[in-house]
């Protein structure tokens, strides 16, 4: 009985460092405010910022073709030209294999103002009557007079998808897989127990 318990606290205490250490950046702005409904498609989203917010992580939602891996995208800032550099393919909807983050670690100091992002196709999940999803993470409330570092790529070609309407999903593939797997031992570990207490 004390070996069961020892494996059962074992594996939880895995769990929990698990869970957390894939969450290591923190959204810190989400043009469409956390929108997990269904998506219309747009190749533009306007939106912005109140405070200046070092970020690390730069992502949209996107709905990609097969084999499509990177993602051309120009982002403006009051007009001008603030960053171009190519997304990669990340994080899935579970469901809808075609739906996925494009991510790009941008590093960079996105000032108060107001933001354009732009991309080739009309393929960005829009909120019905708002933007186009832009989700911003690891970003603090910085001083104005800090230097930040930027690193921008020339954007790559890319092959034009269909359209289609789906969800949107901000979830990390590995926490749900984990979260699965332990939940599954922990459950078959009580069931066991109180079979054996049973006979």
Do not use: H
């Amino acid at each position: 009985m004390k070996k069961i318990f020892s494996i059962l606290l074992l594996i939880v205490g895995f769990s929990f460092f698990a869970v957390n250490s894939s969450a290591e950046e923190k959204m810190v702005f989400d043009s469409t405010d956390n929108y997990l409904g269904g998506c219309q498609l747009t190749n533009k989203s306007e939106w912005e910022l109140k405070e200046d917010l070092d970020i690390a992580k730069f992502q949209l939602w996107y709905r990609w073709d097969d084999g499509e891996t990177t993602l051309p995208v120009t982002v403006k800032k009051d007009g001008e030209k603030f960053a171009e550099f190519a997304a990669e393919r990340a994080a899935c909807d579970p469901y809808q294999k075609m739906w996925c983050n494009a991510d790009y670690q941008i590093n960079k100091l996105f000032s108060k103002g107001s933001y354009a992002v732009e991309i080739k196709d009309s393929r960005m999940c829009l909120k019905p009557g708002g933007t186009g999803t832009v989700r911003l993470y690891s970003g603090e409330t910085v001083k104005k007079d800090e230097p930040t570092p930027t690193k921008e790529v020339q954007p790559t070609a890319f092959v034009p998808a269909k359209s289609t309407t789906t969800c949107s999903c901000n979830q990390n593939q590995t926490t749900i897989i984990v979260t699965a797997v332990v939940s599954s031992i922990i459950t078959s570990l009580l069931v066991s127990m109180l079979m054996k207490k049973i006979r």
